[in-house]
T-cell receptor
Framework: DQQVKQNSPSLSVQEGRISILNCDYT??????FLWYKKYPAEGPTFLIS?????DKNEDGRFTVFLNKSAKHLSLHIVPSQPGDSAVYFC??????????????FGKGTKLSVKP | DTGVSQDPRHKITKRGQNVTFRCDPI?????LYWYRQTLGQGPEFLTY????????KSRLLSDRFSAERPKGSFSTLEIQRTEQGDSAMYLC???????????????FGAGSRLTVL
């Protein structure tokens, strides 16, 4: 039973255009969401996060949108650059008293940005 | 601080052998996590430590797996009597949680890739 789903295994975009990566979750208890980027032969690197009390968080070229009613979040990269080519993982967790803070990951989306 | 370090980066072993992986977290971090990642999947939680205490273990962690974090610093993950199904990337991550309700952002190491022949 996958609690965090990334239904697109891959995405290809042209340099300079927008990349939109999607993520759905099923557990309504999740209240904190993160995106990680992973290059080959490296560990995942934290990119951006959002708390469930917000619907948008922006950091430079990266913006994460959260739609709690739809249990959906998305990562927008504008403009996309060839160096953004990597696997992007969506993760969710439950904060608060007694929480172990364990991250539940999706299967990832491989983004290819073509020059 | 150079981040989370894992050793070895790659281990090839024969079925039935024991292997041990080491993780050195970021020094000021109080939580340490072990994850496993197989091809086409996201990282899957195995276990975590708050300082030296192992507080949670996933059902994925069979009795052939054992993890320790003596003195709350580095951690080891041992797999006994390895099976081909144990072939995976083993990721270690650490974090600093100062408030019980605070956000928990994990910093990952580069991983230790295990190949069981």
């Amino acid at each position: 039973d996958q609690q965090v789903k990334q239904n697109s295994p891959s995405l290809s975009v042209q340099e300079g255009r927008i990349s939109i990566l999607n993520c759905d979750y099923t557990n309504s208890m999740f209240d904190y969401f993160l995106w990680y980027k992973k290059y080959p032969a490296e560990g995942p690197t934290f990119l951006i996060s959002i708390s469930s009390i917000k619907d948008k968080n922006e950091d430079g070229r990266f913006t994460v949108f959260l739609n709690k009613s739809a249990k959906h979040l998305s990562l927008h990269i504008v403009p996309s650059q060839p160096g953004d080519s990597a696997v992007y993982f969506c993760a969710a967790t439950i904060m608060g008293l007694g929480s172990q803070g364990n991250l539940i990951f999706g299967k990832g989306t491989k983004l290819s940005v073509k020059p | 601080d150079t981040g989370v370090s894992q050793d070895p980066r790659h281990k090839i072993t024969k079925r039935g052998q024991n292997v041990t992986f080491r993780c050195d977290p970021i020094s000021e971090h109080n939580r340490l996590y072990w994850y496993r990642q197989t091809l086409g999947q996201g990282p899957e939680f195995l276990t975590y430590f708050q300082n030296e205490a192992q507080l949670e273990k996933s059902r994925l962690l069979s009795d052939r797996f054992s993890a320790e974090r003596p003195k709350g610093s580095f951690s080891t993950l041992e797999i006994q009597r390895t099976e081909q199904g144990d072939s995976a990337m083993y990721l270690c991550a650490s974090s600093l949680v100062v408030l019980i309700s605070g956000a928990n952002v994990l910093t990952f190491g580069a991983g230790s890739r295990l190949t069981v022949l």
